[in-house]
């Protein structure tokens, strides 16, 4: 199994990224994926989750109303579009695949992350 992250970058504050996550070896349209990011000297937070059909999202509060998880299940892709990012939001962003078809907290998939920073 590989999850690919990538699209991060240095931004300015206020500006966009988008993040996708490539998946392989795994039954991708069966599985709930997320993103979490880890900051240097925190811990890691969960930052959005989507269910295997898409309809269904949930998102931390820190991120709500800022960005949007999304996947296309026909290119074994998860996507993150940030916007008006934060210095806050500087991290390393990782993807997940959940054990689940719905959205819960279980993972066994992980990503090797992919390094966004906010920075005027």
């Known amino acids: 199994v590989q999850l690919v992250e990538s699209g991060g970058g240095l931004v300015q504050p206020g500006g966009s990224l988008r993040l996708s996550c490539a998946a392989s070896?795994?039954?991708?349209?069966?599985?709930?994926m997320g993103w979490f990011r880890q900051a240097p000297g925190k811990e890691r937070e969960s930052v959005a989750a989507?269910?295997?059909?898409?309809?269904?999202?949930k998102y931390s509060d820190s991120v709500k109303g800022r960005f949007t998880i999304s996947r296309d299940n026909s290119k074994n892709t998860v996507y993150l579009q940030m916007n008006t990012l934060k210095p806050e939001d500087t991290a390393v962003y990782y993807c997940?695949?959940?054990?689940?078809?719905?959205?819960?907290?279980?993972?066994?998939?992980w990503g090797q992350g992919t390094q966004v920073t906010v920075s005027s």
């Open positions: 997940g695949a959940q054990t689940t078809v719905f959205i819960s907290d279980a993972y066994d998939y």
């Open positions: 070896g795994l039954m991708f349209s069966v599985r709930a």
């Open positions: 989507i269910g295997y059909s898409g309809r269904m999202t």
